[in-house]
C-alpha cells in the first residue's frame, strides 16, 4: 500500500530567513511597541524592577497646606536659584508649577545636570537625613513657584501625617530609581539613544500620567549636558529625528511622536 503523501501548507508568515531584509525605519512602522516597552527595554541593573522605573505620582498641596508654621512660597524666573551647591541644607522645597534643574559642579569646574523636576515634585530632601551641605545647585528652568517647608516643620508633619510620609517616600524612592536608570542609561546606551530616551521621558512616555501633547522647548545646552554628549552631537540627532518625523517644532514647543521608540530598541 502506497504511503499517504502528505500535504505541505506554506505558513502565512514565513521565518524572517526567508524574507527580505527590511530597513530599521521600516520594520519600525510596522511593529512598533508600546513607549512603556521601549523604555522598559533598556538595561537596568540588577534587580531592579523596570516597571518601578515610573516616577510615582504625587499631589501634596491638599497636605502642605495644614503646614501653619515654617512654610514660605516664592516665585522664581528662569535660571534664576533657588540655592547653591554647598549651601546650608535647611529645607525641603516642592514644585508647585513650573520646572527645576538640578546641577553639580566638579573642583575641575565640569558642570553636569542630575535631574530636570517637573511639577509637585519635592526635592532638597537630604537635609532630612542630615545632609549638612547641598550636594547640587537647584535653579528654575522657566517661571516657577516654588513652596519652601523648613525642616523641622517637615519632620513634625511626616510624624503627624503617616499617608504623606508613605507617599512622599513612595515618591522619592521612585524617582531615585528612576536617576539610577538614567546612569545606567548614560553607560550603555549611545549618545542618540539616550536623546530619545530623554525626549520620550519628557513627555512623559511611559509614566503614569498621560503624555503631554506638547513639551517646552529645553536648550541643546542643557541636553548635552544631561545625556553626556556635545551640543553638535545633539543638534545633529534633533535634526534627524525631525526629518525623520519623529518630532515637530510647534512654536515655542515640541512635539513629540511615540515613534520614537523605534531609536530606542534599535541595534
Given at each position: 500500500?502506497?504511503a499517504?503523501?502528505?500535504?505541505v501548507?506554506?505558513?502565512e508568515n514565513p521565518?524572517a530567513t526567508?524574507?527580505?531584509k527590511k530597513?530599521?525605519?521600516h520594520a519600525?512602522?510596522?511593529s512598533?511597541?508600546?513607549p512603556s516597552?521601549?523604555?522598559e527595554?533598556?538595561?537596568v541593573p540588577?534587580?531592579m524592577d523596570t516597571a518601578s522605573?515610573?516616577?510615582?505620582?504625587?499631589?501634596?498641596?491638599?497636605?502642605?497646606?495644614?503646614v501653619?508654621t515654617?512654610?514660605?512660597?516664592?516665585e522664581?524666573?528662569?535660571?534664576e536659584f533657588?540655592?547653591?551647591?554647598g549651601d546650608?541644607a535647611?529645607?525641603?522645597?516642592?514644585i508647585q508649577?513650573?520646572?527645576?534643574k538640578l546641577?553639580?559642579?566638579s573642583?575641575?569646574g565640569?558642570?553636569?545636570?542630575v535631574?530636570?523636576?517637573?511639577?509637585s515634585s519635592?526635592?532638597g530632601?537630604?537635609?532630612?537625613a542630615?545632609?549638612p551641605?547641598r550636594?547640587?545647585?537647584?535653579s528654575?528652568?522657566?517661571?516657577?513657584?516654588i513652596?519652601?517647608i523648613?525642616?523641622?516643620a517637615?519632620v513634625k508633619l511626616?510624624?503627624?501625617?503617616?499617608?504623606?510620609a508613605e507617599?512622599?517616600?513612595?515618591h522619592l524612592?521612585?524617582?531615585?530609581?528612576?536617576m539610577?536608570?538614567?546612569?545606567v542609561?548614560h553607560?550603555?546606551n549611545?549618545?542618540?539613544k539616550?536623546?530619545a530616551?530623554?525626549?520620550l521621558?519628557?513627555?512623559n512616555?511611559?509614566?503614569e500620567?498621560k503624555?503631554?501633547p506638547?513639551i517646552?522647548?529645553?536648550s541643546?545646552?542643557?541636553?548635552?549636558?544631561?545625556i553626556g554628549?556635545?551640543r553638535?552631537?545633539?543638534?545633529f540627532?534633533m535634526?534627524?529625528?525631525r526629518?525623520?518625523?519623529?518630532?515637530?517644532?510647534?512654536?515655542g514647543?515640541m512635539?513629540?511622536h511615540?515613534?520614537?521608540v523605534s531609536?530606542?530598541?534599535?541595534?
Amino acid at each position: 500500500m502506497a504511503a499517504r503523501r502528505k500535504s505541505v501548507v506554506c505558513p502565512e508568515n514565513p521565518p524572517a530567513t526567508l524574507c527580505a531584509k527590511k530597513s530599521p525605519i521600516h520594520a519600525a512602522k510596522d511593529s512598533v511597541p508600546s513607549p512603556s516597552e521601549a523604555l522598559e527595554a533598556a538595561p537596568v541593573p540588577l534587580g531592579m524592577d523596570t516597571a518601578s522605573q515610573k516616577v510615582v505620582p504625587f499631589d501634596a498641596r491638599h497636605l502642605l497646606a495644614k503646614v501653619s508654621t515654617g512654610k514660605s512660597s516664592q516665585e522664581y524666573l528662569s535660571k534664576e536659584f533657588i540655592f547653591a551647591q554647598g549651601d546650608a541644607a535647611d529645607a525641603v522645597y516642592c514644585i508647585q508649577s513650573g520646572r527645576v534643574k538640578l546641577t553639580v559642579v566638579s573642583q575641575s569646574g565640569k558642570q553636569a545636570v542630575v535631574a530636570i523636576l517637573p511639577e509637585s515634585s519635592f526635592f532638597g530632601e537630604g537635609c532630612l537625613a542630615g545632609q549638612p551641605l547641598r550636594m547640587s545647585t537647584a535653579s528654575a528652568q522657566q517661571r516657577s513657584m516654588i513652596v519652601r517647608i523648613e525642616k523641622q516643620a517637615m519632620v513634625k508633619l511626616l510624624h503627624q501625617e503617616p499617608e504623606f510620609a508613605e507617599r512622599l517616600l513612595a515618591h522619592l524612592l521612585s524617582r531615585n530609581i528612576r536617576m539610577e536608570a538614567d546612569l545606567v542609561d548614560h553607560l550603555f546606551n549611545s549618545s542618540e539613544k539616550r536623546l530619545a530616551r530623554l525626549l520620550l521621558l519628557m513627555a512623559n512616555f511611559g509614566q503614569e500620567s498621560k503624555p503631554l501633547p506638547l513639551i517646552a522647548k529645553m536648550s541643546q545646552e542643557t541636553m548635552a549636558e544631561m545625556i553626556g554628549t556635545t551640543r553638535s552631537r545633539v543638534s545633529f540627532f534633533m535634526n534627524r529625528f525631525r526629518d525623520l518625523g519623529f518630532i515637530e517644532y510647534n512654536g515655542g514647543g515640541m512635539l513629540v511622536h511615540s515613534s520614537l521608540v523605534s531609536v530606542v530598541l534599535h541595534d
